[in-house]
């Protein structure tokens, strides 16, 4: 079988993952519990409807961003097409899941935009299961993939909470780390 090229796979993960955390599921909440607009006449309704937006646009920025770096520093994709290099670049040096960043930040912006208990009820359920999901899958995965190269990441950048300062490794350590 010829191997999918990699924007092939970008596709599929995206549609996956992000996608269905933040479309697919939330669209099918919607059409259950309907919808009612916040409106944009009252401050409550502006106030919801453009902190939204600036969730979801950094939403979508982050979640482009990462694509592009598993793409292009990891070659491979989120889902399909496993990275084969440690991607510690760009966000990944302030956060080790900024993927999750993102599509928390485009929940949060969906439940605001559409002013939607429903849709913070799925963003506390999504919020639990990665919280359980990442130390319990993810990382051990990661460890042994990455072995000592990602022990080092993982001491130096925190999981959830960014760091102020980008993290750099010390020369020694940077000869592992693309």
């Avoid at 290099?85 to 439940?111: D, E, I, S």
């Avoid at 993939?145 to 909470?161: D, E, L, M, N, S």
């Avoid at 960014?162 to 940077?174: D, L």
Wanted: net charge positive.
């Amino acid at each position: 079988m010829p191997k999918r090229p990699l924007w092939a796979n970008h596709l599929i993960s995206v549609l996956i993952a992000p996608a269905t955390m933040t479309v697919f599921i939330p669209a099918v909440i919607l059409a259950f519990t309907g919808v009612a607009l916040p409106d944009p006449g009252t401050a409550t309704g502006l106030l919801l409807i453009l902190t939204g937006a600036v969730c979801i646009g950094i939403g979508l920025g982050f979640l482009t961003w990462t694509v592009w770096l598993f793409d292009r520093v990891g070659e491979g994709a989120l889902a399909v097409g496993t990275p084969v290099n440690l991607v510690v670049r760009g966000p990944y040096r302030h956060v080790r899941n900024p993927m999750m960043t993102a599509v928390f930040c485009l929940q949060l912006g969906t439940a605001a935009v559409t002013a939607s208990p429903w849709l913070l009820v799925w963003f506390a359920v999504f919020c639990t299961a990665v919280l359980i999901a990442i130390p319990v899958f993810e990382e051990p995965h990661l460890v042994k993939r990455f072995g000592a190269q990602y022990q080092t990441y993982r001491r130096h950048v925190p999981r959830w909470i960014p760091r102020v300062t980008p993290w750099v490794p010390v020369q020694s350590e940077s000869a592992s780390i693309p």
